[in-house]
């Protein structure tokens, strides 16, 4: 079974350009989430969706922050105009919606972004 | 102060030593505890978790958790230098809950 893909791995650009990242997760999987992670820090819930509809977004910064994921699959996170405090890694993960036990959540590799 | 500590290390420890690593939490609303292993340069992937007190072992690896003291522990028996990584402790409240509360993440290094 293939896991969460996430891609660019990589990016490198300069302050307040746009910069967007792309996750597809786990097959099946209806929930899926954007983190973010400070070098150093633990990961940080930025937004959660299940299926296409955005049910907690309260984390996100949404003057330069937005993400969508249409038709319930894939998912992509935007930042714009990026500032240099937007240097971390943005990770993605999905689960399968568990209302009576743990929803265990499958992380991406994560997308590395430096803002120079 | 954060939900969840964890002193960030590093740790080295020489192969085939016992590791502990430990968190503490503060909010008694948790009641799901996790660990996590985050090789450099990966996601995190769940290695695993506990449900209120008390152990939880899968192979090499025992999970412990005293809820009167509000402690989260993980020993690594005979470590090996594969377990070189950062783990990340997590806590989460009630059944369904997704809103996963990480520590900082502890740095293990396993010298061969």
């Known amino acids: 079974e293939a896991g969460v893909v996430q891609s660019p791995r990589y990016k490198i650009i300069e302050k307040k350009q746009p910069v967007a990242f792309w996750c597809n997760p786990i097959?099946?999987?209806?929930?899926l989430y954007w983190y973010l992670q400070n070098l150093g820090q633990g990961p940080e819930l930025l937004i959660r969706?299940?299926?296409?509809?955005?049910?907690?977004d309260s984390q996100l910064p949404k003057d330069r922050f937005s993400a969508e994921r249409l038709k319930g699959v894939d998912s992509t996170l935007k930042i714009q105009p990026a500032e240099l405090g937007d240097s971390a890694v943005y990770l993605c993960?999905?689960?399968?919606?568990?209302?009576?036990?743990?929803?265990?959540?499958?992380f991406g590799p994560g997308t590395r972004l430096l803002v120079l | 102060q954060k939900e969840v500590e964890q002193d960030p290390g590093p740790l080295s420890v020489p192969e085939g030593a016992i590791v502990s690593l430990n968190c503490t939490y503060s909010?008694?609303?948790?009641?799901?505890f996790m660990w996590y292993r985050q090789y450099s340069r990966k996601g995190p992937e769940l290695l695993m978790y506990?449900?209120?007190?008390g152990n939880k072992e899968d192979g090499r690896f025992t999970a412990q958790v005293d809820k009167s003291s509000k402690y989260i522990s993980l020993f690594i028996r005979d470590s090996q230098p594969s377990d070189s990584a950062t783990y990340l402790c997590?806590?989460?409240?009630?059944?369904?809950?997704?809103?996963?509360?990480f520590g900082k993440g502890t740095k293990l290094s396993v010298i061969p």
């Open positions: 993960a999905s689960s399968h919606q568990g209302f009576y036990s743990l929803e265990t959540q499958y």
């Open positions: 097959s099946g999987h209806n929930t």
């Open positions: 969706y299940e299926n296409e509809e955005a049910v907690d």
């Open positions: 506990t449900y209120s007190s």
């Open positions: 909010n008694s609303a948790f009641q799901y």
């Open positions: 997590a806590s989460a409240a009630g059944a369904g809950s997704y809103q996963l509360t």
